[in-house]
């Protein structure tokens, strides 16, 4: 008997060690249990084998699937059929009653954990490998007799390191606040998942319509790898290459002429080379999304940076374009004042299009859409050298070949104050209709938007029906700007020809209306006589001998809010080999309201002063030949028209001047005239005269405004 009791309880501890599980087994039984009582996912699986010797647990035949459908509510006008539906399936309201329905499903034949453990709320394991997997997402839009359809499968072994993920658990949408709940759910399985190293070694991704039993889109993606991954941020993420090949309707994308348009389908294959992403925060993108995301102290980094190595297109016979590498560097968030996920809950919650909401709601869902946006910036994007050859699928240049290129694009700078450097370099175009293009660069740089305030006041009241008018609107535009263009270079079969070394534009509003600061600068812009379209430009240009036009400039328009003085100087304005005129001008009393309000610019009569000014006109190998066009107008030989001009010179003098000053004028007048080598007319007071008083002289005794002016005329002072 004793015999008997020992065997037996052998045989009960036995039984007992034998079915005893294992911390993995044990996991896997809650990890298994957590996705079926999520409610987002069905999960099944055919064996489990744990192997002692190694920790691993083996799961054979996972299988994931979900599937969902999405309110598509759509305002539309229908005739009513019935009491509460219209025969397209809308509703009294007009709204859709139709949904978005999608379906994920994706399969393991075999998945190898090591180390697999329950860990705090979740689970770790050192070690998961997937020999391959497969998967499938469908897409069923209402509306569309197309539904979409992606099949994707590995192409190697897939790998992840070192890794912990929290429990799922279970799901529940809010009705009331159906994406505020969804926040709430993903928020800590995104903060809290965190791995080592995930690797796939290949994916190829399908994508089919119902119209075609082909793919219309293969996606061959080479090695991935993933590193460092916690607290909602990624510390590098690489992929070796993508390369997708689309395949689209040609007959119904081309014009009917185009060798497109006939026969196969049309082909678009493009390669995306290798590309790596650094630092890339999702816990800082979500606390712009989420308002119950932890808030933003300063401002956080989303992305490091990102290179790309290169992007080659090809569409048999229309087009072989490769963009060169590309990067983009310190993209940063800060915290927004408003968000959007609220009134879009509401909006969801209570099925209302956002002309269903009341006004305030209106201007609060605009006004957190603007603050979404400034929320971003960033310091850089590049995109390099950039080749494009197209043959025209269209119109007279059918069949002809057109390249296009550039060196680089530049982005720098960007928040919501405005942009540092916007620029294209190195541009370049030859093709039809026979002619080339070339320019050095085009940038617009230190753009400064205009006060947020503002803009979000104008919007406001638009929506009222109080459009800005006046010194309101032109406040909306950018309060200071420079566009800068070099190296500019074109010309065509008909000799036309136009080029410039440079042309530079700055203006500075200070926030005033009238801009405070304007300057502009032109080096060497050259046209081809051709292009001129008054005759009179061409006569000139052949009595000097010239196939073109040359034009220098430089102009700076100045205001001092300290000394309330508007000043433009210097003014140049050359026309090489014909004539260029040089000076300054200057104005005193113009107050900052009149800059402000230009409405109240008349008041400037009163507070107004003129400064001293100078303005010379000077000959470069032209200035006689410009007298005697004039003359050739009027009917008139030179000799005529200097007299013409002298004698016109002398009725107006001599209603309002005394003899001296009119004597002093006609004999410098008349010395350029004679002999036009340069004429400068200057203003010369030793003190700033008042607009008033120039006013009230003029009324009173004329005469005198030479000399309260101090006006100088002197001829061939070179």
Not at 17 to 43: C, P, R, Y
Not at 132 to 139: A, E, L, N, R
Not at 382 to 405: H, V
Not at 638 to 644: H, I, L
Request: charged share 20%; hydrophobic share 40%.
């Amino acid at each position: 008997m004793k015999r008997t009791s020992l065997t037996l309880g052998f045989l009960l501890v036995s039984t007992a060690l034998v079915h005893a599980q294992s911390d993995a087994e044990t996991a896997w039984d809650a990890i298994f249990k957590d996705m079926n009582q999520s409610g987002l996912l069905t999960a099944t699986n055919g064996s489990v084998h744990y192997n002692e010797a190694t920790d691993s647990l083996t799961v054979q035949n996972l299988v994931f699937k979900t599937d969902f459908s999405l309110p598509v509510p759509t305002k539309r006008t229908f005739s009513e059929e019935s009491d509460d539906t219209a025969a397209d399936g809308i509703s009294k309201e007009g709204k859709s009653k139709s949904e978005l329905k999608i379906a994920l499903k994706i399969a393991l034949p075999t998945a190898v954990y090591t180390g697999l453990r329950l860990e705090e709320a979740g689970y770790a394991y050192d070690s998961m490998t997937i020999d391959t997997m497969t998967g499938s997402f469908d897409i069923d839009a209402p509306g569309t007799a197309d539904d979409t359809h992606l099949k994707l499968e590995t192409t190697g072994k897939s790998t992840i390191t070192a890794a912990y993920s929290p429990f799922l658990g279970e799901f529940k949408l809010a009705p009331s606040r159906p994406i505020g709940s969804v926040m709430d759910y993903i928020r800590p399985l995104l903060m809290q998942t965190r791995y080592e190293n995930t690797s796939v070694e290949g994916m190829i991704a399908k994508q089919y319509v119902d119209a075609y039993q082909d793919a219309v889109q293969t996606t061959e993606t080479g090695p991935m790898q993933v590193s460092d991954v916690k607290n909602g941020r990624i510390g590098s993420y690489e992929v070796a290459y993508q390369k997708t090949d689309m395949v689209f309707d040609g007959k119904n994308s081309f014009p009917p002429e185009s060798d497109l348009a006939q026969g196969n389908p049309a082909q678009v294959t493009y390669t995306i080379n290798k590309t790596r992403y650094e630092g890339y925060d999702i816990g800082a993108l979500l606390s712009v999304i989420d308002p119950n995301a932890a808030p933003i102290e300063g401002t956080k980094s989303v992305l490091e940076k990102s290179e790309m190595a290169g992007i080659n297109v090809s569409v048999p016979n229309l087009a072989e374009i490769k963009i060169g590498p590309a990067s983009q560097s310190d993209i940063t968030v800060k915290q927004p004042a408003t968000y959007l996920v609220p009134l879009l809950d509401k909006m969801i919650a209570e099925d209302l299009n956002p002309d269903d909401l009341s006004e305030e709601d209106q201007q609060a869902l605009i006004e957190s859409g603007f603050d979404l946006a400034r929320s971003f910036a960033m310091g850089l994007t590049e995109i390099g050298k950039t080749e494009a050859s197209i043959t025209l699928p269209s119109g007279p240049y059918l069949g002809q070949k057109a390249t296009l290129g550039f060196d680089s694009i530049r982005q720098a700078g960007f928040s919501s104050y405005g942009i540092e450097e916007s620029s294209i370099s190195g541009m370049t175009y030859a093709g039809p209709p026979a002619m080339s293009f070339k320019l050095g660069r085009l940038a617009i740089e230190d753009l400064e938007f205009a006060d947020y305030q503002l803009i979000k006041q104008a919007i406001f009241n638009s929506m009222k029906g109080n459009p800005p008018q006046g010194s309101e609107a032109v406040k909306l535009g950018p309060n200071a700007l420079t566009l800068a263009l070099k190296d500019l270079a074109y010309e065509d079969s008909k000799g036309n020809a136009l080029s410039a070394n440079e042309v530079n534009l700055h203006y500075d509003r200070i926030g005033l209306a009238i801009p405070a600061e304007v300057t502009t600068k032109i080096d060497n812009l050259t046209i081809a006589k051709s292009m001129l379209q008054h005759p009179l430009a061409g006569v000139l240009l052949d009595q000097l001998g010239l196939d073109s036009v040359t034009i220098n400039e430089e102009l700076a328009m100045t205001w001092d809010d300290e000394s309330q003085t508007f000043q433009i100087s210097p003014i140049m304005l050359e026309l090489p080999n014909i004539v260029s005129l040089s000076g300054s001008l200057g104005a005193g009393g113009i107050m900052r309201d009149y800059l402000e309000n230009p409405e109240t610019a008349q008041a400037a009569m009163a507070t107004a002063s003129v400064l001293p000014a100078s303005l010379t006109l000077k000959d470069l190998g032209g200035l006689d030949d410009l007298i005697k066009l004039v003359g050739v107008t009027m009917g008139m030989g030179p000799d005529q028209t200097r007299e013409m001009a002298s004698m016109q010179l002398r009725a107006v003098l001599s209603g309002f001047t005394e003899a001296a000053f009119y004597d002093s004028v006609v004999k410098e007048v008349d010395m350029f005239l004679k002999d036009p080598q340069s004429l400068m007319v200057s203003l010369n007071p030793s003190n700033p005269v008042p607009v008033a008083q120039l006013l009230g002289v003029a009324a009173t005794a004329p005469q005198q405004i030479p000399y309260l002016l101090a006006i100088g005329v002197i001829a061939n002072d070179n």
